[in-house]
C-alpha cells in the first residue's frame, strides 16, 4: 500500500494519506520516502500526521 502510494505521489505530485485512519501506512510512507530520497513527500505526510494530531489534541481540550 505505501509504495503504491508513492508511485501515485510520482506520477500526480499529490499524496493521499489520512493518518487518523491509518498510522501504520503514513509511517511506512514516510520511511520510503526516506529510502527512496523522495524528501517533499515525507514533509508532505508528516505534515498531515502533524495536523491530525493538533486537530485531535484540540478536540480533545474543547471536550474538557
Not at 1 to 25: G, S
Not at 27 to 50: E, N, P, S
Amino acid at each position: 500500500k505505501a509504495f503504491r502510494t508513492l508511485i501515485k505521489y510520482l506520477l500526480t505530485d499529490a499524496v493521499e494519506v489520512d493518518p487518523p485512519a491509518d498510522v501504520q501506512h503514513a509511517f511506512d510512507v514516510i520511511k520510503l520516502a526516506d529510502k527512496y530520497d523522495v524528501q517533499r513527500l515525507g514533509l508532505l505526510v508528516t505534515k498531515a500526521m502533524a495536523d491530525a494530531v493538533r486537530a485531535e489534541r484540540q478536540e480533545v481540550l474543547q471536550n474538557k
